[in-house]
């Protein structure tokens, strides 16, 4: 009996893929929990062998959870199952150790598979994502400016200085807005790109033409 633990912030989405997994006789549903810090309070009661790890989410996002779940719990098995294919969340995600890649768009037939593959020892790259793996390894990415699609406006005014290595102060009396707001509104977009700092922040606005 394959042991699954379902991480996504969405109720739906983990109440979803619970309904597939509860047709395979030879898996079986353990936990679900809504962000990475809750996955990693559960694992030691739930034992599962296998966390499908969503990444953008509040709190501790995917990442995260899979570097901590990796140094803490090695033998658990982590295949991420998400709907973000840039490159930058899939080397960063295969980094934190990650054991396989998924699209929430992929056949139920091919989530189970890269379930019992990944218990197996196989890894599971999603074709939507293989692409620019092969591109990175060959040292030319490619390049998505889509992602950057969820920020609005004034987060894509402020992304624009934080890149420019512009403080929150100077933000602030740039754009007429309270110093406490421009820090919303920076976590706002550090949350929105899935990423930590500021610093990888600012990377990503470059390397994706996001900055003028």
Not at 9 to 14: E, R
Not at 20 to 36: C, F, K, Q, R
Not at 164 to 175: D, P, T
Request: hydrophobic share 45%; proline share 3%.
């Amino acid at each position: 009996m394959i042991r699954v633990m379902i991480v996504d912030d969405q109720l739906v989405v983990c109440e979803g893929i619970q309904s597939i997994l509860s047709t395979v006789p030879n898996i079986e549903v353990v936990g679900m929990a809504h962000d990475g810090q809750a996955a990693l309070h559960m694992i030691p009661g739930t034992d599962p062998d296998l966390v499908l790890m969503d990444l953008k989410m509040p709190g501790m996002n995917g990442i995260h959870a899979t570097r901590a779940i990796r140094e803490q719990f090695p033998e658990v098995r982590v295949l991420v199952l998400t709907t973000y294919d840039h490159d930058e969340w899939v080397m960063d995600a295969l980094r934190a150790g990650a054991d396989g890649y998924l699209l929430k768009d992929s056949r139920r037939d091919a989530i189970i598979e890269a379930i019992e593959g990944t218990l197996a020892g196989r890894t599971h790259i999603d074709p939507g994502v293989a692409d620019k793996l092969v591109a990175m390894v060959r040292g030319t990415p490619a390049t998505d400016s889509s992602i950057a699609d969820d920020l609005n406006e004034r987060e894509r005014e402020i992304l624009q200085l934080l890149a420019h290595g512009v403080s929150n102060a100077e933000i602030a009396e740039r754009l007429h807005l309270a110093e406490g707001t421009v820090r919303n509104y920076v976590s706002n977009i550090l949350a929105k790109l899935g990423v930590a700092d500021r610093t990888q922040a600012t990377a990503l606005a470059w390397r994706y033409g996001l900055v003028e």
